[in-house]
C-alpha cells in the first residue's frame, strides 16, 4: 500500500479520523494475567512486603500510593499501625515464627500481581479505578487487603497483599480454581475501559479453538456436576462441607436406598447426591452407586459391602423425579458467582431455600465481633 503524503493542515487542523482500537483484536489478543507471588506467615513479614510494594518499580526509592479496601491511602510511617488494624491472632503468629523451615505454618495474607497490556494505556489513577472494581466481590465478602501500582517500562501492574481470613470468617484459598476466576474477572472488568482480554489454559492457546475436554461425570450429569462439583471435590480435602440440604420428601421411598447409605458417614448426604443424579441421568446413577460410590461421600467402612442398587429394587416416581430437580434447581440459582467461596455459597443457598439458622461464632479476644453472613 502506498503511503499517504504528509499533511500538516489535515492533521492539525481538520484531524485525521482514528478508528477505535480493541486491544486484543484478532490474533493479537491478549491474555489476562494474575499470578501468585508471595505468602506471608507472620506479621513482621506482612509490614516488610507493604514497604516493598509501597516503592515504585521505575526509580529507585520512589514512593508510590498504598490503597488500602476503603480506598484511603496508607502512608509509610503508618504500614505497621495498618497491619495490627488487621488483628492477627497472636498466638498464631508467635507459633509461625518459632517454625523452622520445612514445617507447616498457617498462613495469614496472600500477594499476587495483576498486570496490563502496554497498548491498554492506563494512567495509573485509572489502574487504581480498575483494581477497585476489580477486587469488588472480596469487599463484599468482609475481606482486607492493600493496593499499590507500579509502572515497569511503560505498562501498568497492581500488587495486592490481602488477608487469607475475612471479617465474616471465611478463609480465603487461592488456589487454581480460584486464579483461573480472578483472570476471568480482569476480563469482565476490562470491557467497560475498552480493553480486550482473554482467559484461556496453556493447552487451549496450543489446540486453538478447540474446547478442554469435559470428565465422563461432567458430560453425563452436567446439572449435578454444576452443583455439586465443590461439595465432591472438598469432601476428600481436609476441611469438607457441612452438608446442610434435607432428604426430599417422596411419596415411595424405597428401602433399598437406606441400606446403601447406611455405609455412608453421612447417609442424607450420599442419598440426596445419589436422587439428585438419579434424577437426571438413572443409568449413570446406578452405576456410580456400586461402582465408585465415593462420589457421593466418605464410606465409613469401605470393606462393608453396600447393597446394590437397580431398577429392580430402587424406582422414584415422576412426581418425585419432578421435586428433586426443583430442590436442586432452587438451590444451584441462589448459589453465586465463581469468585466467592465455594463452602460459603453452598450454605448460603441451603440456608435460604431451607430457612435454616445462621451459626453463630464465638468472639476471640484479638478479633473483632464478626458479622453476620449476607444470604443471597
Known sequence: MRKRPYDFLEEHIRGIYIPEQTIGRGSGCRQAFVKITGRSYTSRTVVASLSYIGQESDGVG????????????????DFEKAVKEWRFNPEIDKRNESKTKGQRKTRLTTQFVVSFPKSAYLSVRQTEDFMEAFMLPYREKGAKYFIAVHTEQGSRHAHVIIRNETEFGERLTFDRKDIQALRQRQVEVAKSYGIRLENTLVRQRRDGDRPIKKTLLERQVPKWYEKNQDIVLRDKGPRPIPFLQR????????????????VFE???????????????????????ANNKPDVFGKRSASNVPAEPLNNRNFRLTPKDRKSVLKSRDEIAACMTSPLAYPRIDIEAAWRKVYNLPKTERKEEPYRNKEMEIKIC
Open 62 to 77: 520512589k514512593e508510590t500510593r498504598v490503597l488500602d479496601e476503603r480506598g484511603d491511602e496508607v502512608k509509610p510511617a
Open 247 to 262: 432428604l426430599p420428601e417422596l411419596e415411595r421411598k424405597p428401602e433399598a436406598l437406606d441400606v446403601w447409605a447406611r
Open 266 to 288: 453421612d447417609g442424607n448426604k450420599a442419598a440426596v447426591l445419589f436422587l439428585e443424579m438419579y434424577a437426571e441421568n438413572p443409568r449413570t446413577a446406578f452405576w456410580y
